[in-house]
């Protein structure tokens, strides 16, 4: 009788452990990390000074270096801190951020951007939309009023909620200059994720659970 109410006793705990593994929660509200231009140490860009007016194939794809706050200019950045280099310029701006422990099929990110002179087309101010791409997937345009100066100002919130990838992701913007005080500014509106909690599979913490209690029960019928 004894051996039967430990047998009782034990299996009712296996149970309970069981049952705990299943109803718990495997993911939760979180929010991984994307920068604004507001801090330039987060952001890299790609420049190629001279080229064609609104030519996709005048911007780099490779030569990543760190991005500069322009003076003056609150939250923009470029190569430099004047952001001028004379002549038509193309930048590249690239943030790289981790998923890692995140469900990117949740994924959301919402952001406002500007960017100087390209896209106005106008004398001398440029004929390329700014454009941006998610893990080198479709090339997106900026939206703005289809009115000289719009680019300057940050534009209506674009959200991305496709696209991304397990682990590492990058965003890249294009943004053609006229080589004066160029740039490209970004603010964060929102990004969320679902956190991605491991939990060992039921099925081999059973069997686990089944092989302790036949080590237990050996050792007391032995006994």
Do not use: C, H
Not at 7 to 13: A, E, F, G
Not at 130 to 153: C, I
Not at 197 to 207: F, G, K, W
């Amino acid at each position: 009788m004894k051996l039967l109410n430990i047998l009782k006793i034990v299996t009712v705990q296996a149970v309970l452990f069981v049952l705990a593994l299943v109803g718990g929660s495997t993911e939760a509200s979180a929010n991984p990390s994307f920068f604004s231009t507001s801090d330039p140490s987060y952001w890299k860009v790609a420049t190629n000074v001279g080229g064609t007016d609104g030519a996709y194939s005048s911007f780099p794809s490779t030569g990543f270096t760190d991005a500069y706050a322009v003076s003056g200019r609150t939250d923009w950045i470029a190569n430099k801190a004047s952001g001028s280099n004379g002549t038509w310029t193309f930048f590249v701006f690239r943030q790289t951020f981790d998923l890692t422990g995140y469900d990117y099929l949740s994924t959301n990110l919402q952001f406002q951007w500007a960017a100087d002179d390209s896209g106005e087309v106008a004398a001398a101010r440029g004929s390329w939309k700014p454009k941006y791409r998610l893990n080198s997937g479709l090339l997106t345009d900026g939206v703005w009023a289809p009115v000289f100066g719009a680019t300057y100002s940050y534009g209506p919130t674009a959200t991305l909620n496709s696209g991304f990838v397990a682990g590492t992701n990058t965003i890249d913007f294009y943004v053609e200059g006229n080589g004066t005080t160029d740039g490209f500014a970004l603010r964060t509106m929102g990004f969320t994720a679902d956190k991605v909690t491991v939990t060992p599979e039921p099925a081999a913490m059973l069997l686990m659970g089944s092989g302790l209690f036949g080590m237990f029960f050996r050792r007391r019928f032995v006994a």
